[in-house]
């Protein structure tokens, strides 16, 4: 008979530098100290899970792990170099041999060693994304595909075709059904380009930053010898934002942890906010069934917001059916109520937060701790203007300058041409858009349009103008008779116009002298531009006409029904925010009589940008406006949350499905935790939109904002209010 005895290994016990029980709450510190093992760690908003992560990692050096055996993955460089810091100066020791960074640094690390088993040599290139997609150019022209010809992606498309097809280990033929549905008659041409880009970059001796992560797990798996090496190495591993991770990155982690099954995940299920890039939000949720007998460690004590904020930020998220359940508890004393603030319209929005701002300033509240966020960029136009006309300087971080944006420029071209023909920039913007014809064509092309073109174009008299029934917006609704209005509008008002099918049914007006002059032209154009310049010319002899040349608005419709919005889903992976971004552009521009007035705002600001920009360098006070996403990771003593209706937020698209909504919902749970001691929640009653051509329409509450008791949350109303203007 036999049995089993376990030979345990004897150590002598170990003197620890740094009093862990004394230095971490006792959640931090459960998971800080805890057992070889796989464990997930629940980090709620504020709760110090950099610390905790920070002290895990110098906890296990101390217990006798050498650096060199632990792995610390992170998503920024910042990130890694940041909780390496904290390491070395809670051990006073550098630590040159711990293997911490991003996962495609940690990527290219491990390749440079392994690149000759993939038929890679060592010094392999490692190209940047514009580099990238001129190399799927070079793919698309040995196809000999016709870009236009066939309406085919262009090389940025067929780019992030490929990108999210590893990241999200599907085929191309899944993402391009599920993602790009209009292309999928074109399948099998995008995946021949994407053999020839993986064979060109072999030939080459490139790779992508794609290729960082999938190439390292097809070393793993592919070559026995190599992953068996890194598994026995990587003794421990942790992992940052583990909630952000894609299916490739946690089948590479899942892969290296097979051995000793010490893995530490850390993240927070609540702030998964990047699904649209990839991000594979079950990852975190399953990670107790991929890893049985895993612990499971929750840090929910905040540091960072006031109880009154923690109770709004827990009734936010309780909706979400898929989630760990959890609830923030508060280390900060009492402070005031969340403010619920309905305004009339967009524009009284902007002046209750422009006014409250400058109250908290006089209060003591230093602009920098002020933030305002938002779902998208372009619901903080009217902010914008109202804060530069009470000059109170703010910066944006919505990533890349909203108007400085090609699709916002190739469309305000139009605009700007028939305003004004001898712009020559906008001329060549737009004629450039099309196959065949660069620089050097478009500059004859001018030429040759700037002797028939007329001097100026035809001005529209105010009586006529009238007469054609585009009238002033009305003055600006009183917040006392808002819900009045917004109601009996809605029951009284009569249809708003067609304005798209009245477009599309009319035919090519007279007289119509920029058009004329275009057509004037059409002898001299390149072949390959000829359909294109066909259609080019009646879309302007449409945006001349009464009464659609004095409506900005329909003007931008006219050009997205004329070609345009298949340009977008041809040209940019992201498609559909671009055309969001033109649409909501529309309802902006109702509120303007004419292209000339709307124009002008928006050179301010972009103006504003420009501006915004130098304050930075200049280190100015300012208030931070942000899209949520942008903001994420970040706090402020002041939050505002505007534009807080069904359909901005969340936003329509979301609403198609269950997932999209606990997405957002997600989103507006990140956006309440970032503020300290003040939060105010905003929305309009009545707003302009792209359908209603003029006319307001009635808003309806965030349904987010329906699940929050009434309780927690003090509601102001707007009493007295002075003229916008």
Known sequence: MSRDYELKPFRSQVELHIDYAGELNPQQHAAVTAVPGPALVIAGAGSGKTRTLTYRVAYLIEQGIPPDRILLLTFTNKAAKEMMRRVADLLGAELQALWGGTFHSIGARVLRRHADVLGFRPDFTILDREDATALLKTCLAEAEIDIKATRFPKADVVGDICSLALNTNRSVAEVVADAYPYFVQLTPQIEDVGRRYTARKRTANVMDFDDLLALWLKLLREHA???????????????????????????????????????????????????????????????????????????????????????????????????????????????????????????????????????????????????????????????????????????????????????????????????????????????????????????????????????????????????????????????????RSASSDAATAPAAPDLKSQILKSQIPTPAPIATALQKCAAKVPKKAATAWAQFTPTIAQLEADPVRHQPAAMIQLVLEAGYEDYLQETFPNFRNRLEDLEQLAAFALQFTGPEDFLAQLALLTNIEADDEAAKRNDQEQVRLSSIHQAKGLEFDVVFIIMLCDGLFPSARSLETIDGQEEERRLFYVAVTRARNELYLSFPLIRMTPGSYGGDAMQQPSRFLGEIPKDLLDEWNLRSFHSYE
């Open 225 to 483: 010898d190599v992953c068996e090496l890194y598994q026995r190495k990587f003794q421990f591993i942790l992992v940052d934002e583990y909630q952000d991770t894609n299916k490739l990155q946690s089948d590479l982690i899942d892969l290296l942890a097979a051995r000793h099954k010490n893995v530490m995940v850390v993240g927070d299920d609540s702030q998964s906010i990047y699904a649209w890039r990839g991000a594979h939000f079950k990852n975190i949720l399953q990670f107790p069934q991929r890893y049985p007998g895993a612990q499971t460690y929750k840090i929910e004590v905040n540091y960072r917001s006031t109880p009154e904020i923690l109770a709004v930020a827990n009734a936010a998220i309780a909706a979400n059916i898929e989630q760990f359940a959890k609830q923030l508890a508060p280390a900060r004393k009492s402070g005031m109520k969340p403010v619920l603030v309905p305004c009339g319209d967009s524009r009284e929005q902007a002046a209750f937060v422009a006014q409250r701002i400058l109250e908290l300033r006089e209060e003591g509240v230093n602009l920098n701790q002020q933030a305002v966020l938002y779902r998208s960029h372009f619901h903080a136009f009217d902010l914008q203007l109202e804060l530069t006309r009470r000059n109170i300087p703010f910066s944006i971080t919505s990533g890349i300058r909203f108007f400085e944006q090609a699709h916002i420029k190739d469309l305000t071209a139009y605009l700007r041409l028939v305003c004004n023909p001898t712009d020559e920039l906008a001329f060549k913007r737009i004629v450039q858009l099309m196959p065949g014809i660069g620089g050097g064509a478009a500059a004859k092309l001018w030429d040759l349009f700037s002797a028939h073109r007329p001097t100026l174009a035809p001005a529209l008299e105010p009586e006529r103008r009238a007469s054609l029934g585009t009238n002033p917006p009305p003055p600006p609704l009183q917040p006392s008779d808002a819900r």
